[in-house]
């Protein structure tokens, strides 16, 4: 576990100080609002849980389970991109048995929660896998020619101008 110094939900910094002071003011509230779910108070401090080992190893094998599930329908409707549909169904289906089964029901602070975590998600995924292939496959192919130019002109343009003026 890592203390953090801030975190930004839905595009909103909340530094420790404003968490610490909400969970003063309301407890477990403001963290169930989309201030870091499931996070803990420590002496002023917000620590952000992780997922233990012996956690996953419980999930992984249900995961498992469901991905060779989900790839024999798709394998059944035939096209490649037949998994998209059943993935996007699976994951928010689950999403909203969880909410039903921890809480009964949608409150605004789960929806801004379940938002977070489907944007943190993609943002992730993206960075750590889409980056690094259209990095490589850059290298490998190269780059469009206008990228080339366009970075040229912007770093002759000073901090002061708009694009296309001198």
């Known amino acids: 576990m890592g203390t953090l110094g801030f975190q930004v939900i839905n595009g909103v910094l909340y530094t420790k100080h404003y968490i610490a002071r909400s969970l003063k003011r309301w407890g477990k509230l403001t963290i169930n609002q989309g201030c870091l779910a499931g996070a803990k108070k420590i002496e002023e401090e917000v620590v952000m849980p992780y997922i233990p080992v012996a956690q996953r190893k419980v999930c992984d094998g249900l995961i498992d389970e469901l991905a060779g599930c989900l790839n024999g329908l798709a394998r059944e409707d035939g096209g490649e991109g037949a998994f998209a549909g059943l993935l996007n169904y699976a994951c928010t289906r ?10 009964g029901g949608m409150r605004y602070w789960l929806i801004a929660m379940l938002s977070g975590i489907f944007t943190n998600l ?45």
């Open 122 to 166: 993609g943002q992730e995924f993206y960075r750590r896998l889409a980056v690094p292939y259209e990095d490589r496959q850059l290298a490998r192919s190269g780059d469009v020619d206008l990228y080339a130019e366009y970075l040229a002109e912007i770093e002759k343009m000073g901090w002061g101008q708009a694009a296309g003026q001198e």
């Open 94 to 103: 689950l999403a909203l048995q969880v909410v039903r089964r921890r809480y």
